[in-house]
């Protein structure tokens, strides 16, 4: 080799190793805490199909392309899919879950602020992809 | 050796020729036709989404199908044959061996592209370059989306020819006076890009089988309705194609490094750590598939391995980057064209790896996962890190091919509108993605900062493919008519050119 010490680049290692245990260390706590549901979150049924969002309460109301919730209450999603693979997207409260025929994904939320939200599928699903869009509603309690 | 353009042959001894440097020209002339081709529609995409509702492309099925083609063209049609061209230009010459370990193989791994790229264009399918069943099984038109499995298919096997035959060549072809350790890093990125095809492929080839076979109605491996599962097929592929994505950029990273020192006048700061970063990249290359699945309903243990499998290739790019800072620090450097594009690409293989690590940390995945974000997180890789380091490359081996000079104002040119296109087109959809919107969506809802920042980023795509119109034109008019050039040293850095450059006719 051309004779040079190498004690930068190992710094320079040490250094991006450190960074990537401080990023993962962060991201593996934050996501604990995400996924831990709360006790008695309402169930929320929802079906993808092409192209559009069915919501099923736990009363058993059923709503399509909206969804209207309470602020202040935990809600968990349970996703499923009729046809082919969507993804329930709720971007204002990061939710993300992907919708796939044979089984059922959980995601859960609880509103804080009322509102709408854009509901979305943002996983191709073929023709009407771009539009399978809903709204959400959060609404103050009704007690 | 080459020179093609002084020395007239007709095209068929080209054609019908094994030697090394025929295949390679023919791997360049038709990895750049189909880079034209899949750009083309990357223009059309970008020009559809300037503004919510339907602009030039008529229906969303439209839409679906150039997307698709544009993103099988650009990775499978462009990235991969163009590294097999200088593979092939180069390889056996860093090695000291006449030719590749098997000439008439090699011959017959390029043939396969044009078949296959005849399918994927004729068939023009429209289920993305990802076919995820049970959309690819049950919903997706045919024949597109056969002849796109076929296509595919044809691919695969040509990749794994490919590969065989540089390993071979790397390893038993060598000059017996060379250690391995002595073999140029280039050489060394298609060693370790080659063992990595050889492992991955076989697996997304198989899955290929089971969802041809699904679709024709005989099996449900991945068919809920038949009993079978899609997330096993989302396994197969990204088994296959998360180490993919380090066959693409390995070899990227090669041609830096013939380039880096070359116009720095200085050598590489550290060639073991070059090697060991390779060697390394190609290993914990196969411990991050997963990553792209965490939305699937992933467990948390899961997501946890796969989320330390993926930062675990973190520092293996990392230290590249290093060495190519440190062979630049304090040299005196020449900025021709090749190393403008160099240092760019470099600057780009940063900031992708920088959107990386946020896409790897799990609760940020879930903000960024299929939006535009990632659409430019990618795209930094196979556009500004990739693309650029192959054109740098280009311009590098220009005089090598054709004996003449490339215009290097227009180069330089070229390279400022690029980097410009590529920064506005790519850094702004990272930001669109932060704002939610979806990938692989003909149309979008008027939504002021949605529309603002696809209108940046089509306007940036422009001013890409005004620079390719440049690129085109330059490389069109000085293979025939630029300057001859100076072949000790074409590039004026002092020393003598790297390749041996004695006219010597193909011999087969």
Sequence with gaps: ?143 | MVLELQKPRPIWQIMFSTHHTDVGLLYLISSLGFLFLGGALALAIRAELFLPGAQIIGDAMTFNRIFTVHGTTLIFLFIIPFASSVGNYFVPIMVRYKDMAYPKLNAIAFWMIPPAGALIWLGFADFTWYATPPYSIISAPGPAADMWIFGLKILGISSVLGAINFIVTILKCKHPDMSIGQVPLLAWSFLSSSLIILVAIPTFAAALLMLLTDRLGVSGFFNPAMGGDPIAYAHLFWFTFHPEVYVLVIPAIGMMYEIIPRFSRKPIYSFNSGIFAFVLLSIVGFSSWAHHMYATGMSFTEKTVFMVGTLAAVPASAMHVFNFIATMWNSRIKFSTPMMWAVGGIALFFSAGAGGVANAAMPLDFSTHDTYWVVGHFHLFVMGTIAFGSIAFLYYMFPYVTGRMYNETMGKIHFVMSFIGTVLVFFTQHVLGLYGMPRRIFDYPPIPEWIAMNQIASVGAMIIGVSMAIFLANMIYSSGKGQLANTEDPFGVGGKYYYPFEAKNPSH
């Design chain 1, 1 to 143: 080799m051309s004779g040079h010490s190498n004690w930068p680049e190992w710094i320079y290692v040490g250094v991006v190793i450190a960074l990537m245990v401080w990023v993962g260390a962060e991201a593996w706590e934050a996501e604990r805490l995400v996924e831990h549901v709360p006790e008695g979150a309402e169930i929320i049924k929802v079906t993808g199909q092409q192209w559009f969002w069915t919501f099923e309460h736990e009363d058993g109301t059923k709503e399509i392309g909206e969804l209207h919730v309470e602020k202040g209450k935990a809600y968990k999603f349970e996703i499923h899919s009729k046809d082919v693979n969507h993804s329930f997207n709720i971007h204002d409260y990061v939710i993300l879950m992907d919708a796939i025929p044979g089984r059922v994904n959980t995601v859960w939320f609880a509103p804080t602020d009322v509102g709408e939200h854009d509901i979305q599928c943002r996983e191709y699903c073929g023709l009407i992809h771009y539009n399978m869009r809903g709204t959400l509603y959060v609404e103050e309690p009704s007690s």
